[in-house]
Nanobody, 117 residues
Framework: VQVVESGGGLVQPGGSLRLSCVTS????????MRWYRQAPGKGREWVAT????????FYTDSVKGRFTISRDNVKKTMDLQMNSLKPEDTAVYYC???????????WGNGTLVTVSS
């Protein structure tokens, strides 16, 4: 099983970044996909979820209207488009694949997003 995030970097406030999560080794379309983040000195925070068939998306309040989660079940990838970035969005962003009926959860190693002028 592989879960690999990419796309992080340094961006100015108000800027945009697109994170990607590439997966392999498990039946991607059967998994709910999520983004989490962990800011310096804080705990891991849920950011967004996309349901298995892409039928529903959910966001934490602080990113609603600015972030968009998407998935491609053929390519087995998930993206997070982040617009209007704020310094408080600075964190390591993690991709998570979750299958609740079996209690299976796979994590990537994260990609660092830094929002600073």
């Amino acid at each position: 099983v592989q879960v690999v995030e990419s796309g992080g970097g340094l961006v100015q406030p108000g800027g945009s970044l697109r994170l990607s999560c590439v997966t392999s080794g498990f039946p991607f379309s059967y998994y709910e996909m999520r983004w989490y983040r962990q800011a310096p000195g804080k705990g891991r925070e849920w950011v967004a979820t996309i349901r298995r068939a892409g039928g529903g998306t959910f966001y934490t309040d602080s990113v609603k209207g600015r972030f968009t989660i998407s998935r491609d079940n053929v390519k087995k990838t998930m993206d997070l488009q982040m617009n209007s970035l704020k310094p408080e969005d600075t964190a390591v962003y993690y991709c998570n694949a979750f299958r609740g009926e079996y209690g299976i959860s796979y994590w990537g190693n994260g990609t660092l997003v830094t929002v600073s002028s």
